[in-house]
């Protein structure tokens, strides 16, 4: 693994006197708001309230689309409500069945299988629900790029709402029929997950038929759930829903939400972003990756706790066994790097490979490569791929260069599916590679590790790990924050959780703090008592009802020669903050 280069932002000591004083915050958390370009006080204020929300008016033409909903409604006609198999899809086709059955619909769903179906609206699909009798087809989290599936539903006599917030096709073509897109709509927050649009369509929905629309609030847990599940940017409404929906999901009655929690070991008192993200939503994944999706929403529908328990040991052992095939698969595709090389894309793929995981393991590859990473599962001489990138690498955009070699594809910029045919996968990945060669520079394939402030042991107590909560939930393009702990030595390392991690003293301008450093294999990753250049992430640890700050270390690397050091500190900020940094260009 490539070692990072630490990055700090310019911070001018006056902009964070300000914030310290206009917003009556620590000089840690000012310079955190500084360096993330919110020195304004009335911009930093508005941030930490999160409390940006938008009318669901601001969706050019959803009246048009609630029309055609109630239209169908009151008529007592079939509305199918077509989903996705991930946890975006779950949650955004479980809020408009609830919302459809509040205002009296005939209505029902159906998530495609990622075995047989593959992702979206399918032509296959189209036909089986126009010969089951829909008469009006919702499609949730899909279908912005189904212009010919679309196409055959209203031959078929269908009527068609498409619901979305995936990129078009390339070609510009859209749908022939109503949308609801944040991007095309005109909406003010243009990356909301399909879920929340879903909920928006919800609001509008209810408000046309007269319902009260606070009753919604209850499924805010759904579009917190989804919106951390889906890695859109955590700024903005998306904010502002997931706190919500944070605190709507710890009260939340939904029986099988209730139970999922109690699977993964969530107590509903605690639950956040992470618990969120790295114990819920992979278990209702889990689902659409091994088995059956519509298990995570039989779960989130039902009302029958005992039926919501059943289903949550189900995810429970779907999601261990993910776990399992995942690290098969990440073993053997490690081994295909090694071989190649060095590349500025990795395409990488295998026979018997599970198309439901593969994306979990690009995913994995992306960060320890810092390279964008395809993985295509192979069977019967066709191939499904998906794919993650690095910030600097739009990977629709390479999809689309080489597109002479696959069949199908679409996604957005991190994150990508296709389908090839195995005979095209050498080529398709030389062009891949060379289309990455082509439009990166040298300083985007090493990673960087931002520094958001700079604090010495004394600041490391209790009262800066809770303030540092204002600027949660944490996400993309809201990451948790990087403290780097100047003049840093490591003391006392001692192996924990079966040998995999270490715990340690950190010593900084005469304070002591308690850290912990994860997948270590047990040991510090510099020698005891040796002069540090370290970044934290400064958290409160709950154990066994008693709580206390806790450093989690992100990176360290020892600090660079006493020449080095002047060199360096001669070149930074003026700032007393910047002056104690080593940080290597």
């Known amino acids: 693994m490539q070692r990072p280069r630490f990055e700090i932002a310019p911070c001018p000591s006056e902009d964070v006197a300000r914030l310290q004083r206009e917003l009556g915050v620590s000089r840690a958390l000012a310079q955190v708001l500084v360096r993330r370009g919110l020195e304004e006080p009335a911009r930093a204020r508005a941030f930490l309230a999160a409390d940006e929300e938008h009318h669901h008016a601001a969706f050019a033409g959803i009246g048009e689309a609630v029309q055609m909903i109630l239209e169908h409604a009151r008529a007592g006609r079939r509305i199918t409500i077509h989903g996705d198999y991930d946890v975006d899809g779950v949650c955004s086709t479980a809020i408009l069945v609830r919302a459809l059955r509040a205002i009296g619909a005939d209505v029902d769903s159906y998530l495609p299988d990622r075995a047989s179906d593959g992702y979206g609206l399918g032509a296959a699909t189209v036909r089986r629900l126009a010969a089951r009798g ?89 579009v917190a759930l989804a919106t951390i599940a889906d890695v859109v940017a955590l700024t903005g409404e998306n904010r502002t829903l997931v706190r919500r929906g944070l605190r709507a999901l710890a009260a939340t009655r939904k029986p099988g939400l209730r139970a999922l929690m109690g699977a993964a070991r969530v107590d509903p008192s605690h639950v956040n972003e992470r618990s969120v993200a790295f114990a819920l939503a ?17 779960l989130i529908l039902t009302e029958d706790p005992e039926r919501a328990a059943q289903i949550a040991a189900e995810l429970d052992r779907a999601n261990a066994e993910r776990r399992q095939v995942e690290t098969r698969i990440r073993y053997e595709a490690e081994a295909q790097i090694a071989q190649m090389g060095e590349r500025g894309a990795y395409v990488l793929a295998g026979e018997g490979w599970h198309a439901g995981v593969i994306g979990i393991v690009a995913a994995r590859l992306v960060e320890r490569h810092n390279r964008p990473v395809v ?43 296709l389908e090839i045919d195995g005979a095209c996968v050498q080529a398709f990945a030389a062009a891949m590679s060379a289309h990455a060669e082509g439009v990166l520079e040298p300083g985007d394939l090493t990673a960087v590790e931002r520094v958001d402030a700079v604090v010495g042991g004394d600041e490391l107590g209790m009262e800066l790990a809770e303030e540092l909560q204002a600027l949660a939930p944490f996400g993309r393009a809201n990451p948790g924050v990087s403290l780097m702990v100047a003049d840093a030595t490591f003391h006392d390392g001692r192996a924990m959780g079966e040998g995999k991690h270490v715990r340690f003293t950190v010593q900084s301008r005469g304070a002591r703090a308690r850290a912990v450093a ?53 070149a930074a900020d003026e700032s007393e903050d910047e002056l104690v940094l080593f940080a290597l260009p």
Request: hydrophobic share 45%; with cysteine; proline share 5%.
């Open 134 to 222: 829909t008469q009006l087809l919702v499609s949730v989290d899909c279908a912005i790029t189904a212009v010919e599936e679309v196409e055959l539903a209203r031959e078929l006599g269908m009527a068609v709402l498409v619901t979305d917030h995936h990129s078009p096709r390339a070609d510009g073509r859209l749908p022939r029929a109503p949308i609801v897109h944040p991007a095309l709509c005109g909406y003010p927050c243009v990356e909301l997950c399909a879920t929340a649009v879903a909920y928006k369509l919800a609001q509008a929905l209810f408000e046309a038929a007269g319902r009260d629309v606070g009753e919604l609030e209850q499924d805010l847990d759904l």
């Open 282 to 298: 992979p278990r209702i994944n889990a689902a659409g990756r091994m088995y059956r999706a519509d298990a995570g929403l039989e």
């Open 375 to 417: 993985l295509i599962a192979l069977e019967g001489g066709r191939g499904r791929g998906s794919g993650r990138s690095i910030g600097a690498f739009d990977l629709l955009a390479g999809l689309n260069a080489c597109s002479e070699h696959l069949l199908a594809h679409g996604g957005h910029r991190a994150a990508a599916g």
């Open 518 to 570: 994860f997948g270590t294999g047990g040991t510090l990753p510099v020698e005891d008592g040796q002069p540090v250049e370290a970044t934290f992430t400064l958290e409160v640890n709950e154990w066994r009802g008693v709580s206390e700050p806790r450093l989690v270390l992100r990176q360290a690397i020892a600090a660079p020669s006493p020449i080095e050091a002047a060199r360096l500190g001669q």
